[in-house]
């Protein structure tokens, strides 16, 4: 039995214009990853943000994360979630193996009434909670951080530049891996012979022994990063282009790059970092666009995103 959702979306048209829009989407609730789990074998905590505006904020975010959590609790990790401020207090309460942020838009805030009425735009994260996480990184905790395309991520911004990381707050586009009927965003298809997927990152290459290679990810509709060549875990193909919003409602297209990447992950101090701009990446929707139905994307049987989902929580805990 699956539920129906439905939800408000950002999408476009091929006009190279973008809307406000209702997507129907539902979500998966028979897709169960088989694995060999670590359960009984560590004592890894898992703590989860609900407190700023990540998915887990809204009545279904849970749901559309199903596998995810049901994945790291098989595997044996402890995972709560927190309504706290994440600040040097509240981060060392438990001290957390992996703080896991998933998706940042800015806050929207109102000033003034009438003519006098202003829109401005703020990260949720205080400057307090940036520095309290790059130091909880640093001294030896993991972060994992999720965007997305434009509006979804730009919350983030000053977490970001802390771990000196390029964000561009728009939509990546190549023309090879064209989006479903539009031409502004693409659905990449990752493999390791196109060389979208690097095998040689200590994410994949030191796995252990019951971890997975992943030979096909699917990464529908992100935006781009870039950092150091040696970081890119999901690098996009050369000649990606970043499409960028303007005040006006049109796209400019702000620059073309060989070094942007889907997914990054990186050491920092005695902790480690992993940052994905594909915010469904691992979750279990299907949206249903003019009458096709599209996996978001764990649960597709066309690829192996949970494989690099259960690589990535393992490194980053240390378990590999």
Known sequence: MKQILYLLLLIFSCSISFAQGTVEAEFDTTFHYQF???????????????????????????ETAREMLRIMNEDGFNVQFTNQVLDSTNLTLSIPDMLILHGMPNDKIVLGEGEKREVVYKSPLRDAEVMAITKYVYNGGSL?????????????????EAFSIKFRDGYAYHPNFPGHNCGLCSHFIMTQKNGMINVNHPVLASRISNSIMPDTIKFLCGAAIFRNPEDNIL????????????????????ETSDSYAGMIGFNFGAGRVIVCTDQGIFRSLDLLIDGEKIPVT?????????????????WLTKLQ
Not at 236 to 245: C, E, L, Y
């Open 36 to 62: 060999e789990p670590l359960k009984g074998m560590h004592s890894k905590k898992i703590l989860i943000d609900q407190s700023h505006n990540t998915i887990y904020s809204l009545s279904y975010g849970k």
């Open 144 to 160: 994992f951080l999720f965007l997305s395309h434009f509006p979804g991520g730009s919350g983030a911004l000053p977490l970001l």
């Open 235 to 254: 690098p996009f193909p050369k000649n990606t282009i970043n499409f960028t919003p303007t005040h006006d409602g049109s796209i400019d297209i702000e």
């Open 298 to 314: 764990i649960h597709d049987a066309e690829c192996d995103n949970a494989d690099l989902f259960l690589n990535s929580i393992r």
